[in-house]
């Protein structure tokens, strides 16, 4: 793979729009907290603080901090709302891990447990009645819901003009339709006898490049006031970036440890998730190692001693390498199609994009 070196200005910069975003909501949680306490009484209480707590770990806000950057580098001023905008976008994404974690069957989100595993052991230690299983995926679905319509109610309520609020509402709900039907397909994937790398490439551009890049990049545009022709440019950057964000999360996830990862290495394993990387080794790997490949993607007992076999496939059959090369062309076409944004933003909003791409290039968690 590709290594470009990241320059110490874009991690000072992502560190900054961090730390703005991350302030921003401890000062939220202590509101919400008391409000809902106030209003709803200590089980809903507990239901918020499992979304809150998801939420509050953050990790490199990168969905918030894009918002951020196209808004300044589109010309914004407004501070204050565009931090409440990152903030509702961030929010959006908690929502989203928990329903994944649910889905993905996952105990572990970034070094702590999941919200349905919270609210289950929550049932376990008090000894509640019924199931305790059922009762933290329940939960959990109504904190993430709770998450979902207040972070809506955060859009719905800014103080700017009306036409550029309901034109973000609609990228945003839109681009939520197409994220669920990319988690639709991905999960479908895993279930199906052939899955074709086409198949794979459609979740990346509907589950990830949307969602991750190319959303807020233009919510942060459209309230800056930027044209069309100008937001348009926007599009082939996100989706070369969301394929090398999700390939390498990929990689990571599988190839890396859980405190790097933040999550278990063999998650994806035992839910039989179908990437590039699993798709490319079983069209690839011989009979023998293809037969132990499906065997073991989605066996959720599958032991460490299978799942280090499973990595040696991977590598053996040239599915790392093929992904890792991926990457590569992606980080390119990514880097290439930032040249007519050049026109429009200053020299330092272009950079700091191609300095994203190197970062996610180098990611190590």
Not at 139 to 162: F, K, M, Q, V, Y
Not at 249 to 254: N, Q, V
């Amino acid at each position: 793979m590709v290594e470009l070196k990241t320059n110490l200005l874009f991690e000072q910069k992502l560190k900054q729009y961090k730390k703005e975003i991350d302030d921003d909501i401890a000062e939220f949680t202590k509101r919400v907290q008391r409000e809902t306490l106030q209003d709803f009484g200590h089980n809903s209480r507990l239901s918020v603080d499992a979304y809150l707590e998801i939420l509050s770990r953050g990790g490199k806000r990168i969905r918030g901090a894009l918002v951020l950057h196209a808004y300044e580098m589109s010309g914004g001023q407004d501070k204050k709302m565009i931090i409440k905008v990152a903030r509702a976008i961030e929010m959006i994404h908690a929502y989203i891990l928990i329903i994944d974690d649910i889905q993905d069957r996952s105990a572990v989100r970034r070094d702590g447990p999941t919200a349905h595993k919270i609210f289950e052991q929550y049932h376990s230690k008090h000894q509640l009645a019924g199931d305790s299983k059922h009762f933290g995926l329940s939960i959990a679905l109504n904190s993430a819901l709770w998450g979902a319509h207040r972070a809506n109610s955060i859009l719905t309520e800014l103080d700017i003009d009306p036409n550029l609020k309901s034109e973000i509402i609609a990228i945003v709900n839109h681009t939520m339709e197409v994220t669920a039907h990319g988690q639709t397909g991905d999960i479908v994937n895993e279930v199906v006898a052939d899955v074709s790398e086409t198949d794979v490439e459609q979740v990346l551009r509907w589950k990830t490049a949307m969602y991750t890049f190319l959303n807020p990049l233009q919510v942060g545009m459209v309230l800056a006031g930027s044209n069309k022709n100008e937001i348009s440019l926007i599009s082939d950057y996100a989706l070369h970036a969301g394929v090398i964000f999700q390939i390498t999360d990929d990689i990571l996830g599988t190839f890396s440890s859980e405190v790097e990862s933040g999550k278990s290495p063999m998650d994806d394993m035992h839910e039989g998730k179908r990437t590039l990387l699993t798709v490319y080794a079983l069209n690839n790997a011989d009979s023998t190692a293809r037969d132990f490949l499906l065997q073991n993607l989605g066996n959720p007992d599958a032991s460490t001693v299978q799942f280090e076999r499973f990595k040696e496939i991977l590598i053996e059959s040239g599915a790392l390498d093929y992904a890792n090369k991926r990457v590569s062309k992606s980080a390119k076409d990514a880097i290439d199609s930032l040249q007519g944004l050049q026109n429009f933003w200053p020299d330092q909003g272009v950079e700091f994009l191609r300095q994203l791409v190197s970062s996610m290039l180098n990611r190590r968690s």
